[in-house]
């Protein structure tokens, strides 16, 4: 009997142990399932973007999404989740400001792109977010729609203009105390050392987050479809490997002023391998 408790004994001590057993990071090749009651959508990780990858697995290892909502849908565009303050949320609450506490540097690559299907980070806005920093925990799955090649280069052409003109109004509006203390003070050459710093932070971020189509880019966003007016700003990290019309009935579901499903659509992630 004595035996019998202390072999008992050891499998609960065991099974706790092993629950609590850290997940091991940096391991490529990740694959991760998130369960719905619409059916399973399988993600491929991308090995080009490690600490997006990293942090994902660590917070799908925790259970941190489980029994969190898909709390943001907007029907050709996207279905965004990862708000902890989802869980259990009363109907017709906006939600979208919860997280881990804690963000993750962005990490851009030409080669990662909005194409449909694809998992990218939400973030705050540029104003306050100049680094565009992403979200600790919070995801979406691009949607977006099918272009027509003239279309996609006039819309690449706007893209552009707007986000220069960005870049130098939020540079503008750092530099405007400074710039203006220095020319009311007769500081000229130190005016135009400062003019000349904020010139050269303009040119490199607009060298960054210029957006230059690729040929397969062309190719996605012409044929699958996707966004391309978030190339470049916001950190793409995966893409979904099966389950892509699960994608388009989510982004169809109804909803409220704020874009919450008027249903709870609850998510499980699970990491595959």
């Known amino acids: 009997m004595n035996k ?28 991760v399932q998130i369960d719905t009651e619409y059916g399973a959508v399988k993600i491929k990780l991308y090995d080009e973007t490690p600490l997006h990858r990293d942090n994902f697995i660590k917070l799908a290892h925790k259970g941190f999404f489980d029994g969190t909502l898909f709390h943001r ?48 980070a939400a973030r705050e806005g540029d104003r306050v977010n100049p680094k565009m920093m992403s979200s600790g925990s919070q995801f979406y799955i691009a949607q977006g729609k099918v272009y027509e090649p003239e279309a996609l280069e006039a819309l690449v052409v706007s893209i552009n203009k707007k986000r220069a003109n960005a870049i130098f109004e939020n540079q503008r509006a750092q530099y405007k105390d400074e710039l203006t203390k220095l020319q009311t003070g007769g500081e000229f050459d130190l005016f135009n050392d400062k003019m000349e710093e904020m010139k050269h932070k303009i040119d490199s971020l607009s060298k960054v987050q210029t957006l230059v189509l690729t040929d397969a880019m062309r190719e996605a966003y012409t044929t699958v479809g996707g966004i391309p007016h978030l190339d470049q700003a916001y950190t793409v990290f995966g893409e979904v490997i099966e389950g892509l019309d699960i994608i388009d009935k989510i982004a169809a579901e109804e909803t409220d002023d704020n874009d919450r499903p008027l249903k709870d659509i609850k998510m499980k992630i699970t990491i595959i391998q």
């Not at 499998?11 to 706790?16: D, E, S, V």
């Not at 989740?81 to 690559?109: C, H, Q, R, T, W």
């Open 4 to 31: 019998l408790i202390t072999l008992s004994l050891i499998i609960l001590l065991a099974g706790a142990y092993s629950c609590k057993t850290p997940v091991k990071l940096g391991k490529k090749d990740r694959i």
């Open 73 to 120: 849908v907007i029907d050709g565009f996207m279905i965004q989740g990862g708000d902890p303050d989802s869980k259990g949320a009363k109907p017709g609450v906006m939600l979208g400001e919860g997280g881990p506490g804690y963000d993750i540097p962005a990490e851009f690559n030409p080669n990662l792109f909005h194409k449909k299907g694809v998992i990218a």
